[in-house]
T-cell receptor, first 114, second 114 residues
Framework: GAGVSQSPSNKVTEKGKDVELRCDPI?????LYWYRQSLGQGLEFLIY????????KSGLPSDRFSAERTGGSVSTLTIQRTQQEDSAVYLC????????????FGDGTRLSIL | GQQLNQSPQSMFIQEGEDVSMNCTSS?????WLWYKQDPGEGPVLLIA???AGELTSNGRLTAQFGITRKDSFLNISASIPSDVGIYFC??????????????WGLGTSLAVNP
């Protein structure tokens, strides 16, 4: 499709398990963002990829969180040893060019940790 | 650190009424953004403002970048049922390392009574 695609749309897992969330950005978009949104809250920045530059990881809340972007396209956000406070909607966005803002968001992955 | 105060937190209005919401901060921003989020979807960028004093319209939506660079407002004229959703402001600034950062308000939830 033409938009940002995220999978899975919903994920339920047990505390302590690892999870991988996937984001397919719009083709040709060099910037990719991951955000976390808890119920009734605004968006919390996690990580930002721009082309071949080193990613801005300043928003990752702990070393259990990591993200990769392979070939400048698809990105995977990994959460290891999940905790209940990790439950949230994880949103991915992409945009063209550099220095812009997240323009196109996916519909998110709703993560529930039991 | 940087904080945004978005108000009102929620609004319930009659169809056809005008709506106004705003974001304020004690800090200066160089870009203001307004997004709308429908349930189960990612935010959609409505308006981007890049210059103090800038007034920009997008259909029935009008937003302004405050002259002090510390605030922005969004107006919706003649509201219709599909305006229902959560509206977020976001402000962009440069951090101490000269990196572009974006912070988000907590959203204004709009309900429209037809």
């Amino acid at each position: 499709g033409a938009g940002v695609s995220q999978s899975p749309s919903n994920k339920v897992t047990e505390k302590g398990k690892d999870v991988e969330l996937r984001c397919d950005p719009i083709s040709g978009h060099t910037a990719l963002y991951w955000y976390r949104q808890s119920l009734g809250q605004g968006l919390e920045f996690l990580i930002y990829f721009q082309g071949n530059s080193a990613p801005d990881k300043s928003g990752l809340p702990s070393d259990r969180f990591s993200a990769e972007r392979t070939g400048g396209s698809v990105s995977t956000l990994t959460i290891q040893r999940t905790q209940q406070e990790d439950s949230a909607v994880y949103l991915c966005a992409s945009s063209e060019g550099q220095g812009g803002q997240p323009q196109h968001f996916g519909d998110g992955t709703r993560l529930s940790i039991l | 650190g940087q904080q945004l105060n978005q108000s009102p937190q929620s609004m319930f209005i009659q169809e056809g009424e005008d709506v106004s919401m705003n974001c304020t901060s004690s800090s200066i921003f160089n870009t203001w953004l307004w997004y709308k989020q429908d349930p189960g979807e990612g935010p959609v960028l409505l308006i981007a403002l890049y210059k103090a004093g800038e007034l920009t319209s997008n259909g029935r939506l009008t937003a302004q970048f405050g002259i002090t660079r510390k605030d922005s407002f969004l107006n919706i004229s003649a509201s219709i049922p599909s305006d229902v959703g959560i509206y977020f402001c976001a402000g962009r600034y440069l951090d101490a390392g000269n990196n572009r950062k974006l912070i988000w308000g907590l959203g204004t939830s709009l309900a429209v009574n037809p």
